[in-house]
Antibody, heavy 120, light 108 residues
Framework: EVQLVQSGAEVKKPGESLKISCKGS????????IGWVRQMPGKGLEWMGI????????RYSPSFQGQVTISADKSISTAYLQWSSLKASDTAMYYC?????????????WGQGTMVTVSS | AIQLTQSPSSLSASVGDRVTITCRAS??????LAWYQQKPGKAPKLLIY???SLESGVPSRFSGSGSGTDFTLTISSLQPEDFATYYC??????????FGQGTKLEIK
């Protein structure tokens, strides 16, 4: 079964660092782009950025450039989203998703989401 | 950046109704558009890719059309499980694959 499994919910304080993960299985992890999407409580989906695990080519939405770091470890089929200094406004659900093909116009497989809560 | 505007933002309909949701792009995006369904507490689910291609396993009552700047998602006969929020996403502007703001479909 093709799936993306994300790490569990996190509760952090402002200023702390965090790295959440997204592990792919059932397919060739290095051959598909992985994207990250934010959903703040009660709000819509926001595009954050994308990585190609085969060569770690990474691109960011301007809204998130410099705010987060996307990375991948192809040896363990895992993509990451990390923050160096969290803010309360980072409180949200974060999803990873697989692009349907290398140039495809959709994300077909989604992780279950990781809820990040930042509160003092 | 390409902006996607969905209309309506919310919609009340009854089981059996035919429903159409519109997604308008701020500039032409060819057919590089996907539609997703999201239910509360769940990840989005892909319905349509390439503007009109039905994802495997998605019921045929869902269909997509359009190209350029205007796109529609149509549900031919609403079922109880279709009440959810729907999003469009464009893939023309690499790497800014923006989403529409969502359309919440509620039971009348």
């Amino acid at each position: 079964e093709v799936q993306l499994v994300q790490s569990g919910a996190e509760v952090k304080k402002p200023g702390e660092s965090l790295k959440i993960s997204c592990k792919g299985s059932g397919y060739s992890f290095t051959s598909y782009w992985i994207g990250w999407v934010r959903q703040m409580p009660g709000k819509g989906l926001e595009w954050m950025g994308i990585i190609y695990p085969g060569d770690s080519d990474t691109r960011y939405s301007p809204s998130f450039q410099g705010q987060v770091t996307i990375s991948a470890d192809k040896s363990i089929s895992t993509a990451y989203l990390q923050w160096s200094s969290l803010k309360a406004s980072d409180t949200a659900m974060y999803y990873c998703a697989r692009r349907i093909t290398i140039f495809g116009t959709a994300f077909d497989i989604w992780g279950q989401g990781t809820m990040v809560t930042v509160s003092s | 950046a390409i902006q996607l505007t969905q209309s309506p933002s919310s919609l009340s309909a009854s089981v059996g109704d035919r429903v159409t949701i519109t997604c308008r792009a701020s500039q032409g995006i060819s057919s590089a558009l996907a539609w997703y369904q999201q239910k509360p507490g769940k990840a989005p689910k892909l319905l349509i890719y390439d503007a009109s291609s039905l994802e495997s396993g998605v019921p045929s009552r869902f269909s997509g059309s359009g190209s350029g700047t205007d796109f529609t998602l149509t549900i031919s006969s609403l079922q109880p499980e279709d009440f959810a929020t729907y999003y469009c996403q464009q893939f023309n502007s690499y790497p800014m694959y923006s989403f529409g703001q969502g359309t919440k479909l509620e039971i009348k």
